[in-house]
T-cell receptor, first 116, second 111 residues
Framework: DGGITQSPKYLFRKEGQNVTLSCEQN?????MYWYRQDPGQGLRLIYYSQIVNDFQKGDIAEGYSVSREKKESFPLTVTSAQKNPTAFYLC???????????????FGEGSWLTVV | GQNIDQPTEMTATEGAIVQINCTYQTSGFNGLFWYQQHAGEAPTFLSY??LDGLEEKGRFSSFLSRSKGYSYLLLKELQMKDSASYLCAVRYMDSNYQLIWGAGTKLIIKP
């Protein structure tokens, strides 16, 4: 089935530790996104990538890093510099703007990250 | 800033109709989206409006007035499974076409 796969679903991080969240899509979409969701707040954009080997910071990029070596994959690393990482993380992708598929963002199932 | 405003929480009765409003700043507007999100799950796409008027899709309809910076999501014949958060998001040209998200409206359906 076509879609976006995030893993792991649940992840625990110790203080000072880096962790990486995986995101894979088989929709052949160029654009991919990482959002963070906290209770009572809208989705906030961490990073986005519109093409392989290129990515841009979103509104809350500090303490996070990404890579886009393949079209299908857009992993997010939460570094120890992110002081409050406990949140629900959502990966998403979008088709080409101007096409029928370009007007919808599709989401993965999300990853819950908790600092212990 | 580009604030998206929607009510925090609404309550409605099973079988009834509910309207969830969303207001936004009009400058650079390039499209408005509604998503449904059940607790602990990812958002799922409901509707997309870029022109004025009403888009109907089964029990759900979405309306847009670009001049007023206003949209609403109308849910008819409410079912218990409609209990969820409803997210309004706006695409702006001057934000490199990224979506700006409202905080969501939590809809509680009572029997």
């Amino acid at each position: 089935d076509g879609g976006i796969t995030q893993s792991p679903k649940y992840l625990f991080r110790k203080e000072g530790q880096n962790v990486t969240l995986s995101c894979e899509q088989n929709l052949n979409h160029d654009a991919m996104y990482w959002y963070r969701q906290d209770p009572g707040q809208g989705l906030r954009l961490i990073y986005y990538s519109q093409i392989v080997n290129d990515f841009q910071k979103g509104d809350i990029a500090e303490g996070y890093s990404v890579s886009r070596e393949k079209k299908e994959s857009f992993p997010l690393t939460v570094t120890s510099a992110q002081k409050n990482p406990t949140a629900f993380y959502l990966c998403a992708s979008r088709g080409v703007l101007g096409t029928g598929d370009g007007n919808t963002i599709y989401f993965g199932e999300g990853s819950w990250l908790t600092v212990v | 800033g580009q604030n998206i405003d929607q009510p925090t929480e609404m309550t409605a009765t099973e079988g009834a109709i509910v309207q969830i409003n969303c207001t936004y700043q009009t400058s650079g507007f390039n499209g408005l989206f509604w998503y449904q999100q059940h607790a602990g799950e990812a958002p799922t796409f409901l509707s997309y409006n870029v022109l004025d008027g009403l888009e109907e899709k089964g029990r759900f309809s979405s309306f847009l007035s670009r001049s007023k910076g206003y949209s609403y999501l109308l849910l008819k014949e409410l079912q218990m499974k409609d209990s969820a958060s409803y997210l309004c998001a706006v695409r702006y040209m001057d934000s490199n076409y990224q979506l700006i998200w409202g905080a969501g409206t939590k809809l509680i359906i009572k029997p």
